[in-house]
Structure formats: structure tokens, C-alpha cells
């Protein structure tokens, strides 16, 4: 084994990944963050009903990692220490010391399955406590290094005893699995139950490598900002989270930024926060909404102000282009004789009704219009400052999410199309003004008319960002 062999390339891993999915339906996230927790050292907690692929998941993880042994047990408040580390060695007791024979059992696993993890009894969650999180167990008087890559728990709902919260604190990833949604209900029923091939695992020095690099892995200030603005959301929420937590989970948004070959944790990276963060499934929705709208931008842009400053416009236009009504009825009969051709027939009536109407627009000076235009040209310049950048950050962000090797497919193609609607939304608007501002550009000017420039437009600039 070479114990200087690089890391992982995104391509490979991004193989691996497809390996692991390979006849597990709608769980790209689970899959991305059980591979992902393994890489960093961490554990990760399934939570969801029987039948619904997590211990599958939990053994493919096992061949991800090349000489990772095996270990998997169903816990019950009647298992005993002895089915995790060991029986109790006869010889070690003959000479009067405490020790297990630990071979084939948790001590010496490298991914290991706890399902029903939460209904051990206190002995056995105690023991975990240490081997989870310092990967050492203590065996007698010694206490031994072990291999442990990652623990992968399932239960079917989140523990309410808070004598189980210290070991349910250790699992950093608590992800939820569903059983398949309806529409993916037929290709669950037409699933190839074949293995799948080409699996190239990860091996050890390739493991050490990604560690080494997420050291070097730097948190900039646009990423620090955003973890400020979590943490805050969360205490609004009433979420606990613990300064380990918190470490952890840079920990952890360092080695996706590492493992997919950045040098610097992205926006993109964001998105786990809400599986490290949440304490109840509850949660987990509240805090990817916000993760989603707030710090990833996957929220269609409204430009409240810029709407409501081009209905003021539109409403504005709609009262100055009206006819002049303070000529009467009769007035305008007697110019329509004075135009003349009533008696002609209705195709020349018709002609003298569009010149009547044409006579009857409101004239405004050269001033007025002009007034009205040059307020228009500084809605739209603010309206343009506000497009360059959207232009570029849904070019920035379309570039990361072709290199967002851990995002999920459903919310990359969720934050892309979030880009290119606000995108949309912001043009259609700009188009909009434009159009309100010819109108006023062609209005009939009277070179008579010295009237003074009329009072600018108004409309409510609250909540004015775009």
C-alpha cells in the first residue's frame, strides 16, 4: 500500500458514489452523506421505518472502503455487552485480568451497522461513548486504537430520553429515509436486483490524503458570515448546538470542499448544515428552507420595488394619456363636422373617429415628457445595477454546481433553476419598464405648452433590494 497515494479525484469519487446508488431509489442524500460522514471521520444516523434500505446502504458503504471489516447488530434492551466487543477471555481471567477477545466484533470493525441503536441499555451506549468518539475501547486495563472508519445507525424516530442525548450527539449526520415516493413506486416494483460492478474502493492512505488536504482547506469571509447567520437562525429556533457540533461540521464542510479539490469551502457547501444541525425531523425542513432561500439563493427573486415603481409608472400613464373630457358632448360633435365626413358613410366615419380621438389626447410640454423619461432612465439604471451582478452570480453559481460533487441532483437542479428565475423575473421587469417609458417618450407634445416639470412619480421603496 502506498502510504503517499494522493487523493481520491472528483471523478473517481463521483463513480463511487454512482456504485453506492446503484438500485436505491430517491437516496442521493443519504448516499452522498453516509460517504461523505465516513471520509470525515464521523458518524451518521438514519432515521426512518423498517424496509427502507438502510442497512443496504450501510453494508455498500462497507465495500466503499478498501480492508474495512464488517460489523452488524440489531440491539434490544436485552443485548448484552458481549454481542458488540467480545466475549470475556477464560485465560486473561485465569490470571486475574478483565479482557475481551475482540476479534470479529465491533473493536476491530471498520463500518459498522447499530440498528435500533437507541434501545441498548446503559452499559452498552456507555461503552460507545469512547469507541465513537475517540475510536479507543477500553479492554481491561488498556485501553486500544481501532479502525473504526464510521458508525451507521438507524432507529426509527429520534430519541426523547435525555439520558440518550449525549450518545445521540455523537452521530454528526442524522439523515431522514422515507419509503419510495409514489411516482418512483413502479421503477422500485421493475428494480434489477443485480450488483452492481466497477467498484474501485477507497483505501487507506487515499483516506489519509483527503484528511490532509481538508486541513489545509480555508474557511473565507463570505463562508464565515454565512455559518454567523446559521448560528443565529438556529438559537431563533430554540436549536441547541454545541461548540463540538459546531467544529465538527466545518470539519465536515471541509472535506467535501477538499475531497471535491477545492482549496476553500464554498456556498455550495452549505447545503449540509441542516443534517448536522437539526436535533428533530421537524427541523430539518425548517432549516433547509432557510439554508436554501438565504444562503444558497435557491428562492425565485421577487423585486418588490421595482414592481411597484412600474405599476406606479403604468397607473401614471394610464391617467395622462386619457382624453380630454371638459370640451362636452357638444364640443366634440362640432369638431367632428369641422373635421367633416359623418355624412360620407361609415368607412369615412370611422377615419374621423380615429382623428377625433387622436384630437382629443392630452398634449403635454416638452418638459413634462421629459420630466417623466429621465425618472424612468434612473429607475431603469437601478434596475440594471441590480442585473450585472445577478447575471454573474447565476453564472458563478451554474459553474459550482457542475463541480458540486456532493449536492444532490434534485436540489442542484432546485438552486439552478431558483438563478435562472430570478434571472427571468428581473429581465421581464426591465423589459416592462422599457416599454412604460416609450410610452411616455411618444405622448403628443404641444410646443405651446410652457406648463413647469410635473411632480416625479411616486411608489413605496420599502424592502427596495432586488
Same mark, same amino acid.
Given at each position: 500500500?502506498?502510504a503517499?497515494?494522493?487523493?481520491p479525484?472528483?471523478?473517481r469519487?463521483?463513480?463511487?458514489?454512482d456504485?453506492?446508488?446503484?438500485?436505491?431509489?430517491e437516496?442521493? #442524500?443519504a448516499?452522498?452523506?453516509?460517504?461523505?460522514? #465516513?471520509?470525515?471521520?464521523?458518524?451518521?444516523?438514519?432515521?426512518?421505518?423498517?424496509?427502507?434500505?438502510k442497512?443496504?446502504?450501510?453494508r455498500?458503504?462497507?465495500?466503499?472502503?478498501?480492508?474495512?471489516?464488517?460489523?452488524?447488530?440489531?440491539?434490544?434492551?436485552?443485548?448484552v455487552?458481549?454481542e458488540?466487543?467480545?466475549?470475556?477471555?477464560?485465560?486473561?481471567?485465569?490470571?486475574?485480568r478483565?479482557e %475481551?477477545?475482540?476479534?470479529?466484533?465491533?473493536?476491530?470493525?471498520g463500518i459498522?451497522?447499530?440498528?435500533?441503536?437507541?434501545? /441498548?441499555?446503559s *452499559?452498552i451506549?456507555?461503552?460507545?461513548?469512547?469507541?465513537?468518539n475517540?475510536?479507543?475501547f477500553?479492554?481491561?486495563?488498556?485501553?486500544?486504537?481501532?479502525?473504526?472508519?464510521?458508525?451507521?445507525?438507524a432507529?426509527?424516530?429520534?430519541?426523547?430520553?435525555?439520558?440518550?442525548?449525549?450518545f445521540?450527539?455523537r452521530?454528526?449526520?442524522?439523515?431522514?429515509?422515507?419509503?419510495v415516493?409514489?411516482?418512483?413506486?413502479?421503477?422500485?416494483?421493475?428494480?434489477?436486483?443485480?450488483?452492481?460492478?466497477?467498484? %474501485?474502493?477507497?483505501?487507506?492512505?487515499?483516506? #489519509? /490524503?483527503i484528511?490532509?488536504?481538508?486541513?489545509?482547506?480555508?474557511?473565507?469571509?463570505?463562508?464565515?458570515? #454565512?455559518?454567523a447567520?446559521?448560528?443565529?437562525?438556529v438559537?431563533?429556533?430554540?436549536?441547541?448546538v454545541?461548540?463540538?457540533r459546531?467544529?465538527?461540521t466545518?470539519?465536515?464542510?471541509?472535506?467535501?470542499?477538499?475531497s471535491?479539490?477545492?482549496?476553500?469551502?464554498?456556498r455550495i457547501?452549505?447545503?449540509?448544515?441542516?443534517?448536522?444541525?437539526?436535533?428533530?425531523?421537524?427541523?430539518?425542513a425548517?432549516?433547509s428552507?432557510?439554508?436554501?432561500?438565504?444562503?444558497?439563493?435557491?428562492?425565485?427573486?421577487?423585486?418588490a420595488?421595482?414592481?411597484?415603481?412600474?405599476?406606479?409608472?403604468?397607473?401614471?400613464?394610464?391617467?395622462?394619456?386619457?382624453p %380630454?373630457q371638459?370640451?362636452g358632448?357638444?364640443?366634440?360633435?362640432?369638431?367632428?363636422?369641422?373635421?367633416?365626413?359623418?355624412?360620407?358613410?361609415?368607412?369615412?366615419?370611422?377615419?374621423?373617429?380615429?382623428?377625433?380621438? *387622436?384630437?382629443?389626447?392630452p398634449?403635454?410640454?416638452a418638459r413634462?415628457? /421629459?420630466?417623466?423619461?429621465?425618472?424612468?432612465?434612473?429607475?431603469?439604471a437601478?434596475?440594471?445595477?441590480?442585473?450585472?451582478?445577478l447575471?454573474a452570480?447565476?453564472?458563478?453559481?451554474?459553474?459550482?454546481?457542475?463541480?458540486?460533487?456532493?449536492?444532490?441532483?434534485?436540489?442542484?437542479?432546485?438552486?439552478?433553476?431558483?438563478?435562472?428565475?430570478?434571472?427571468?423575473?428581473?429581465?421581464a421587469?426591465i423589459?416592462?419598464?422599457?416599454?412604460?417609458?416609450?410610452?411616455?417618450?411618444?405622448?403628443?407634445?404641444? *410646443?405651446?405648452?410652457?406648463?413647469?416639470?410635473?411632480?416625479?412619480?411616486?411608489?413605496?421603496?420599502?424592502?427596495?433590494?432586488a
Open positions: 500500500m502506498d503517499h497515494a494522493p487523493a479525484d472528483p471523478a469519487l463521483r463513480a463511487l458514489i456504485w453506492l446508488e446503484h438500485g436505491l431509489l437516496r442521493e #442524500a448516499v452522498r452523506l453516509a460517504l461523505l460522514a #465516513a471520509l470525515a471521520g464521523e458518524h451518521v444516523l438514519l432515521v426512518g421505518p423498517p424496509g427502507t434500505a442497512s443496504a446502504l450501510a455498500r458503504l462497507q465495500h466503499a472502503f478498501e480492508g474495512a471489516r464488517w460489523f452488524e447488530r440489531l440491539l434490544t434492551r436485552f443485548s455487552p458481549e458488540l466487543f467480545g466475549p470475556l477471555s477464560l485465560k486473561a481471567l485465569e490470571d486475574d478483565y %475481551r477477545l475482540t476479534e470479529g466484533y465491533l473493536p476491530t470493525a459498522a451497522f447499530l440498528d435500533e441503536v437507541f434501545k /441498548a441499555n *452499559a451506549l456507555n461503552a460507545l461513548l469512547t469507541l465513537l475517540e475510536r479507543e477500553d479492554n481491561g486495563c488498556e485501553r486500544v486504537q481501532t479502525p473504526l472508519v464510521c458508525v451507521v445507525g432507529t426509527n424516530e429520534v430519541p426523547a430520553d435525555e439520558s440518550l442525548q449525549a445521540y450527539d452521530f454528526l449526520l442524522r439523515v431522514p429515509v422515507q419509503p415516493s409514489d411516482a418512483g413506486f413502479a421503477a422500485l416494483l421493475g428494480l434489477d436486483d443485480s450488483a452492481p460492478g466497477g467498484l %474501485r474502493p477507497i483505501t487507506p492512505a487515499e483516506r #489519509a /490524503a484528511t490532509a488536504a481538508r486541513d489545509a482547506v480555508a474557511l473565507d469571509g463570505e463562508v464565515l458570515d #454565512a455559518l447567520d446559521a448560528r443565529r437562525f438559537r431563533e429556533q430554540a436549536i441547541a454545541s461548540d463540538r459546531w467544529r465538527q466545518v470539519g465536515l464542510l471541509k472535506t467535501a470542499a477538499a471535491s479539490g477545492r482549496g476553500a469551502v464554498s457547501d452549505l447545503w449540509l448544515l441542516p443534517y448536522c444541525l437539526a436535533e428533530q425531523p421537524a427541523q430539518l425548517v432549516l428552507d432557510w439554508v436554501h432561500a438565504t444562503l444558497l439563493g435557491a428562492q425565485p427573486l421577487e423585486a420595488w421595482l414592481t411597484r415603481a412600474i405599476e406606479a409608472f403604468e397607473q401614471q400613464f394610464g391617467i395622462e394619456c386619457q %380630454r371638459d370640451d358632448e357638444s364640443g366634440k360633435m362640432a369638431l367632428a363636422h369641422a373635421i367633416g365626413g359623418l355624412e360620407q358613410g361609415p368607412g369615412v366615419a370611422r377615419m374621423v373617429t380615429a382623428s377625433l380621438e *387622436a384630437r382629443m389626447l398634449r403635454y410640454g413634462h415628457i /421629459a420630466a417623466r423619461v429621465s425618472q424612468l432612465d434612473e429607475v431603469l437601478r434596475a440594471h445595477d441590480h442585473l450585472q451582478p447575471r452570480r447565476a453564472a458563478a453559481v451554474g459553474q459550482a454546481l457542475q463541480q458540486a460533487l456532493w449536492l444532490p441532483p434534485a436540489l442542484a437542479a432546485q438552486i439552478a433553476a431558483a438563478h435562472a428565475d430570478s434571472l427571468r423575473t428581473l429581465e421587469l423589459a416592462r419598464l422599457q416599454a412604460v417609458r416609450a410610452d411616455f417618450a411618444t405622448l403628443p407634445i404641444d *410646443a405651446e405648452v410652457t406648463d413647469p416639470a410635473p411632480a416625479p412619480v411616486r411608489w413605496s421603496e420599502a424592502a427596495a433590494t
